[in-house]
């Protein structure tokens, strides 16, 4: 499936709205913001391990008539090299961007088109430049679904996941079941976006919010999923999901973990002898807010530990990586339950789960961490400000220090 109208604009990001330096140990940091005149917001964000990032997110600023697509190429000190503006006649999101082989950049998430189904799954490639290649749009046979992760394979594929909803065909189930209406939805494409298989999964009729949040390649060639399922005893919460496939999509082991309240899946690492990270969000444990919730299992599945991590407020988590000295960096953001003051929260933690350093950024306003990339010495993360009082939404970039640092 096609859409109709596309247009993309090249334009130079020139309103660098606010920027703070310090020196920390020898080097610079910094706290720098993208946007124009309207909201701009960032989503994803891309490393090629030398000096080129690409932050993609959505925008209604820069004349676009719908919110649409925001790429903006950067380097390690902030200095912008060329951005652009992909726009449909549709609101589209972008939740990853992945590198292609041939140097390109595939662009995936969710767009809601005006008629037909309420959302879509959207892949777009552009080349090394940001120039539009093609898109495809993906619909779960004639009905609704979302991208919300993506990963590039061993093959030069792609192995995406996010929401179906209304599934015609019969889906693979590892608990009682007749029939759902919304699901994890996991896609194998090629290298030009072309389907190679897609599953569908649930865990049974009561199901109503179940989704995937992301999707790992393993080492040993399959995948893990995880997201969240509907609570049986309570259909308005939900349960953490855990579903490990093969490298053809079909289900080796799944579980879902959770206490009273909403349990959530956000993301999952893979560590170098096999075993696994599982992030997420939980109100069943802790503080009476959302707290930050880390799981480890062993290669055989087993959990071995859950641990908590969070302020007195709500804490929620954006995007989770393993450091290249085996460590955990976990990106979100905290919310001050008195002022509501929400500023960017991040972890670092060793694969024991103890915190090696945890560190806050903002003021007062809103500050949201959004992606999070680790440079030879130092922390880049991409998210979203709106405490530096220049009135909507701005894309933020921070530098810090191999603990996250700044000052």
Known sequence: ????????????????????????YGQNTFH??????ALDKC???????????????????????????????TD?????????????????IPNAILRAQDGGFFILGEMYPKSGPAELGFMIKVDANGNYIWEKTYDNGGNMAEILSAKTTRDGGIIFAGRAEEAIASTQSFFSMNSEKRFMYVVKSDEKGNVLWSRKYSSGNEVRLSRANDVYPMKDGGYIVVGEFNKRERPQDFDVAVVRISESGDVISAFRLGGEYADAGTNVIEASDGSYFVAGETLSYGALSSDIILMKFNINDE??????????????????????????????????????????LLFKIDLDGK????????N????????????????LISGNIMSHKKG?????????DMFGKTE
């Open 1 to 24: 499936m096609s859409l109709i109208i596309f247009s993309y604009k090249s334009f130079f990001i020139c309103s660098l709205l606010f920027m703070t330096c310090s020196n920390v």
């Open 364 to 379: 007062n306003g809103l500050d949201v961490g959004s992606a999070l990339i680790e440079t030879d010495n130092a922390l």
């Open 303 to 344: 959990l071995l530990w859950t641990k908590l991590y969070g302020r007195e407020g709500s804490d929620k988590i954006s995007s989770m990586n393993l450091t290249k000295d085996n460590n955990i960096l976990i990106i979100g953001n905290t919310t001050d339950s008195k002022t509501l003051d929400t500023d960017m």
């Open 32 to 37: 720098l913001a993208y946007g124009g005149a």
């Open 43 to 73: 989503n994803a964000m891309y490393y090629d391990g030398d000096n080129e990032i690409l932050i993609a997110g959505e925008t209604a600023s820069f004349d676009v008539k719908e919110k649409s697509i925001l790429l903006i190429k």
């Open 392 to 400: 909507n939404m701005d894309i933020s970039f921070v530098k810090t």
């Open 355 to 362: 915190v090696l350093s945890v560190n806050s950024y903002g």
């Open 76 to 92: 390690t000190l902030g200095v912008v090299a060329w951005s652009k503006v992909y726009e449909y006649k549709y609101y589209q």
